[in-house]
């Protein structure tokens, strides 16, 4: 089998961090540890595995941390090398109940999958993403298929699945709509702990392909009063609006956008603009996780108020004095599970599958390319944004071409970039 | 010799280029031939003696007033409020027409034991002034009798405790205006027409009022009624105006308008060249425009700003008139089209303009994209009576560098309103619709507005607003030299140069389109028949 594997190779571990540093994200992918090779199939690793043969798998903002060397230590014993990354996948089951069936991956590695009984408490109560036992079991350290050097992952044309990760795709979707369940199931989440009880008034910071997600789920599963997007770039801000958000603002404009929004008063900086809100929003999702976002976060949100950190954080430099003195109320939104709805628990995949179709976030999949160009891939997911694009897949699928970023994702990417350029 | 009266150039192979404002700066463009060129008239001479000439203005009133002699009592509560910040432009040399009007009327006051004096600068929703402006404005010596002793104030339409409602007309309109000014026994309203829209009943019921009362007037539905804002037959703007004056006359508000009018001198002789027509452009002329032209390509944008808002008109008064409202507008309004109106016969396809660094609302400041809209559209395309220079469909080109650039302190809700009602809509009766009140009753610009320099938060809609009528009036608006995406922002196309904002023109208007161009400032009103 064909896999994009990463090592522990401290130096080209280095070399990544530095090459991104210099050259921007994406760039390190040439000098890191990334490779593409030819394995052997993984052995099922107990009762219930079965094979998934990928068709589409995307390149996620913490994989691009990853081949960047800018991922947190914090991650380094529940994770384990060599692996092959990718845990946003679509894919043809082989064996088990859904044999011939595509399937998505909920990639969490829980007690379930690692076979360890009893359950831990939060497996028990179907928060997979909690799963206190996830470098444990008969399964090397991993928090997710695509960290775990035991499953495989979805940059191959093989990886294996524990049957309680798959969710089957129903014929009518495509793969490109399949592709986009794991990242809506992560906004779902994030939506829901956000706790919005109707008509807050909501910064969305980030509007990759998280941020877009969120975006989404807010407007369909809460009730959310005004949301206002920042966004970087021109497609971004409109495809925000186009998802939900009310307003979509630079960067920049996030101060004004929240005061405007909050009728907040504001304290000046010295030359006349605003340096930060005496008031201001109720909830803040950020979905970017770094330092400047954690600080706009606190820019912009209201005594009492509540930050959700959804983008995957790192080491980071934030001054906490407005968390202490405002009250903030900061806490993070990691993965997926089950949520509390009141109908009863609802698993968070479902309620992904059914936001992807109402959004119809497979038109977030901008292009695809064949696994042997990854480097272009990973220097296009990089630049998505810039590039007038959301999110970049590998093409698994037969007759996918192999020199050539495949078909007409690209051509989507090439006119939204074509068009800002014109603009 | 009398001054030479406005004029209309058609353009041949023998004309010399022509001179564009542009911002803080101005070009030389070569017109297409048979393009016409509107030309203002010369400045009316000065008058001999002002302070006589105000002087008999108060003693001899017009209308059914009394001189201003006889109506001043000991005991009585005198309110005299003046004109802003926004007028005239450039603000003019020393003394200030309003400094020699108030000095009369405070000689007045004193001889008959008047004690009970404030001055009230009219601000409407303007940005507060500051003390050296308010000096500029009434002279060293009225600003240190009055500032320091607290009876020098700024008009707050933001203080319900010092407004007054006064009813509603017989179109439901509030009235409601400064306590102080309604609940005195005179108020002496001194004013400066620069162009035909300011004035009248329009001074108090506007520089005044309240949102509230505002509201009724500065509005898409009236703007678009007003054709032109300059034409006081045809302003819905007036009329309402007019209405609401009536009505605080008849709740028993005594009003003793007085009105000037100045002269187009408009810019000192080191940029004489400004006001004369190119080809009577001096030696002196040509070098005094290279010089300038030079030195302002070297300069950095701050300080050429900084250069240009130093300079100060030779402006001269041309008439004062006083007493009555409406008797003394009539009167103003006759010496001002003495001054500024040009007969012009027949409209065009494509009017150009070049737009200078400052409208009534930039004075000290930056002259940001939606000031550079409401000047182009909201100001100089209403330089009319009867109808426009440009046929209905046709194209606007202006030049102007339009930076994507605010004044933070004066003009905040600008900011907002352009980054962001603009990036949504620049639909017109959208943002009335959406926006509006929120603008309006935002708690932070109504902070900054009363303690600040701010203009009030919703002032960037009214200047939008102002655009209405040339708005649904043109098929185009096109910008020379502009940032590309603040024009954009705004709606309008931008272009490099003026024969490329030709070339998109035709687009709109076919091929080979008639072409005028309006030479402002110094200011004037086309009659166009």
Known sequence: MKALQFERNVPRFAAARVASSLAGSGRGVRVGPLELVELDPFALPGPGWVRLRPRLAGICGSDLATLDGRSSRYFEHIVSFPFVPGHEVVGDVEGGLLDGRRAVIEPVLGCEARGIEPLCAACAAGRKGACERIAFGHLRPGLQTGYCRDTSGGWSTELVAHQSQLHEVPDEMSDEAAVMVEPAACAVHAAFAAEITGGERVVVLGAGTLGLCVIAALRRLCLPGALVAVAKHPNQRDLARDLGADQAVKPGEHKRAARRLSGSLALESNDGGIERLTGGVDLVMDCVGSADSLQQSFDVVRPGGRIVLVGMPGLVRVDLAPLWQREVELRGAYAYGCEDRPEGPRSTFDLAFELVREARLERLVSARYALENYEDAVAHAAAAGRRGAVKIVFDLRKGAGKDAPGGEGVKVAQMAATTKEAK | ?529
């Open chain 2, 1 to 529: 010799m009398s001054p030479r009266p406005g004029f209309v150039l058609e353009v041949d192979r023998s004309t010399p280029p022509t001179l564009m404002w542009h911002g803080e700066g101005f070009r030389l463009e070569k017109l297409p031939v048979g393009t016409r060129v509107v030309y203002g008239p010369e400045a009316l001479p000065a008058l001999s003696d002002p302070d006589e000439v105000i002087r008999h203005a108060l003693e001899h009133p017009l209308g059914d007033s009394q001189p201003l002699r006889t109506l001043l009592f000991p005991g009585m509560r005198l309110t005299i409020a003046f004109d802003d910040i926004s007028l005239p432009l450039p603000p003019m040399r020393a003394p200030d027409a309003r400094q020699r009007v108030i000095e009369a009327v405070l000689d007045l006051a004193a001889a008959a034991g008047v004690d009970d004096v404030v001055l009230i600068a009219a601000l409407a929703l303007h940005r507060r002034m500051t003390d050296p402006e308010l000096r500029h404005a009434l002279g060293d010596r009225v600003f240190e009798a009055f500032a320091p002793n607290g009876l020098l104030f700024q008009h707050d339409a933001e203080d319900p405790s010092n407004l007054v409602h006064l009813g509603l007309t017989d179109q439901a309109e509030d009235v409601e205006i400064n306590r102080r000014a309604a609940e005195s026994d005179l108020l002496v309203y001194v004013n400066i027409n620069l162009v035909a829209m300011d004035g009248g009943h329009k001074s108090v019921a506007t520089g005044l009022a309240s949102y509230k009362s505002l509201k009724h007037h500065h509005n898409v539905r009236t703007l678009l009624q007003s054709r032109s804002l300059m034409d006081e037959r045809h302003s819905e703007l007036r009329n309402s105006n007019w209405r609401m004056g009536r009505l605080i006359a008849a709740a028993g508000l005594k009003v003793f308008q007085i009105e000037t009018t100045l002269n187009t001198n408009t810019f000192p002789s080191q940029l004489g060249f400004l006001q004369k027509r190119e080809w009577e452009w001096s030696l002196r002329d040509r070098a005094s425009f290279l010089a300038a032209s030079s030195a302002l390509d070297r300069t950095p944008g701050g300080l050429s700003r900084k250069i240009f808002h130093s300079v100060q008109a030779p402006h001269d008064l041309t008439s004062v008139q006083a007493g009555e409202v409406e008797a003394v507008h009539s009167s103003t309004l006759a010496n001002l089209h003495r001054q500024q109106l040009v007969s012009v016969s027949g409209q065009t396809d494509v009017l150009t303009m070049g737009l200078p660094y400052i409208c009534p609302y930039n004075v000290n400041s930056t002259m940001n994209p939606i000031l550079v809209a409401c000047l182009g559209l909201g100001y100089f395309f209403n330089l009319y009576r009867n109808k426009p220079l440009v046929r209905e469909g046709g194209v606007l080109i202006m030049s102007h560098p339009t930076p994507w650039e605010f004044n933070p302190v004066h003009h905040p809700s600008y900011i907002d309103f352009f980054e962001q009602v603009l990036a949504e809509t620049t639909d017109l009766f959208e943002i009335e619709a959406k926006y509006e009140e929120s603008f309006a009753t935002d708690p932070w610009y109504v902070h900054l507005y009363r303690t600040s320099y701010a203009y009030h938060g919703v002032h960037p809609l009214y200047m939008w607003y102002w655009c209405a009528h040339a708005m649904q009036h043109l098929g185009r608006v096109i910008v020379v030299g502009g940032d590309r995406a603040a024009v954009r922002r705004l709606g309008f196309s931008p272009a490099s140069t003026l024969n490329d904002a030709l070339e998109l023109a035709e687009d709109t208007v076919g091929r080979d389109p008639t072409i005028t161009h309006l030479h402002v400032p110094p200011l004037l009103l086309a009659e166009v028949t």
